[in-house]
């Protein structure tokens, strides 16, 4: 899965509207409104991860990719919380998640305590399913990382919503 992610920090009124959406419309919704929306005027509620979220996800859960990996604390930053789009067969070409802000809290108190060192350890158990493992992309996903921190923080501060977007 090599597609650019995105964090958006919303309030419960855009989940609530994305729930309340035919499933095929959730994608258009996101790409169409809510990204000109949030990238415009609310800029310090959107963190970009480009394609590094794949290696973000993997490196904070047991290495694979799967979704609400319960084994490591940081396994909801990505594809934890609640499922709104994908299934793996007929919903299949976009990723959308979405994090409580419960959730959001507890995931911005483990980030503010991650280190690059412990993000390397879980980077290096990613297995050869991942097939851009290398020094250059664990440096690169962890620069995402570290920078969608402040995001999560805010977030957590505002109690808001995290969504994760992913486009395939």
Sequence with gaps: MSCLGVLFAVPEEIVSHIRSLP????????????????FEEYPERT????????????????????????????GGVILGGELLYFDGEEYDDYI?????????????????????????????????DYPDRSKEDMEYSWEYLEDAVPFFRHAAQQGLWVLFTADQ
């Design 23 to 38: 499933m095929e419309q959730r994608p258009v919704y996101i790409s169409e409104e809510l990204e000109e929306l949030y």
């Design 47 to 74: 963190a970009e991860l480009d394609k590094s979220w794949d290696a973000i996800h993997r490196a904070l859960t047991d290495g694979s990719l799967c979704f609400d990996c319960k084994a490591y604390p940081l």
């Design 96 to 128: 959308i998640t979405a994090k409580s802000p419960l959730e959001v809290s507890r995931l911005a108190e483990g980030l503010g305590k991650l280190t690059a060192k412990a993000f390397k350890r879980g980077y290096d158990q990613i297995g050869s």
